[in-house]
């Protein structure tokens, strides 16, 4: 699956000074904690993601849920124009990320996809374990459309959604939960997280030296999972899938740990007869999105194919 030599020469020295710091702070005695995860994060997206394009109409809202009142951000690009509804839901591990941290990234997608752009703000582990950020994807699902009305906007009735690692985990979840309940147009997971027990072989073949490594995901993991849950019932990976699941999207990096995990979710989507696209770019790493200045034409083409499966 990678056909790459090495890793892309634009992260190449990056990666070595990273990793080198990183060596040093472990030595230091660092300890991992949801502070230093969101601060990492915020950070480098910060430095690396430059401001994002100007969006006609920005606002704040309210997604009702069963127990808690989801925060989400809206994007609409074209205010006077009934546009499609795209709901994103960010990375950072069920730990980290935040809509505002995200905020270049979701103006970025609302420029390439016109669509109206709805940024979840779910609940992040460790204060809130699974299932709250499934919960909260799910009643976001349900309710976007009432929260659209409620802000008097106009849109088009067909809703996709999407994410990126751990919301793309989210994403796939929500289709795998509703795909018998709402019927969701398309389906975009960048780098997803689909598998939860950590078996695959990129986990252990990428695990280590490339931004993303296996022990920050198992940390990540214990944080979400604190009660004993099968972890893999839990996967997307292994929800029924039907035809009735939206057309999908796969964006992988070549040399992520979970490169694996997006291949086999082809397959079962494939299997099950749903329509399925697949971008791979074997020089990648992880997250790559959030290094947009070091590697622009990756992430060029990354927003203009999910803009070009968006609206076809």
Known sequence: ?????????????????????????????????????????AGLTAQFVPPGPA????????????????????YHPQPEAALPVLLYLHGGGHTAGSVSVYDPICRRLAEACRHVVVSVEYRLAPENPYPAGVLDACAAARGVFAALERRGLAFERRLSIGGDSAGAALSASV???????????????????????????SMEANGSGYFLNTSRIAWYFDNY?????????????????????????????????????????????????????????PDMIHAFLNMESMVPDACRQTYRRIGDFLKA
């Not at 289709?175 to 695959?200: K, N, W």
Request: charged residues 20%; negative net charge.
């Open 225 to 281: 999972f604190q009660h004993g849950e099968d972890r893999a019932a839990a996967s997307p990976l292994n929800m029924p899938v039907s035809a009735a699941m939206p057309a999908t999207l796969l964006v992988s990096a070549g040399f992520d740990p979970l490169r694996d995990e997006a291949f086999a979710y082809e397959r079962k989507l494939r299997e099950a007869g749903a329509a399925c696209e697949h971008l791979h770019l």
């Open 175 to 201: 289709c795998g939960l509703l795909q018998e309940e709402i019927a969701l147009h398309r389906q975009v997971l960048i780098y997803p997280s689909v598998d939860y027990t950590m078996s695959f072989p």
């Open 55 to 74: 969006v006609a109409w920005v606002n704040d809202e309210l997604i009702d849920g069963d127990d808690y009142a989801v925060p989400v951000r809206i």
């Open 1 to 41: 699956m990678n056909t790459a030599q090495d890793v892309s020469p634009q992260l190449g020295p990056w990666l070595e000074q990273f990793n080198g710091l990183l060596a040093r702070l472990q030595a230091a005695g660092y300890k991992a904690t949801a502070i230093g995860a969101r601060e990492a994060l």
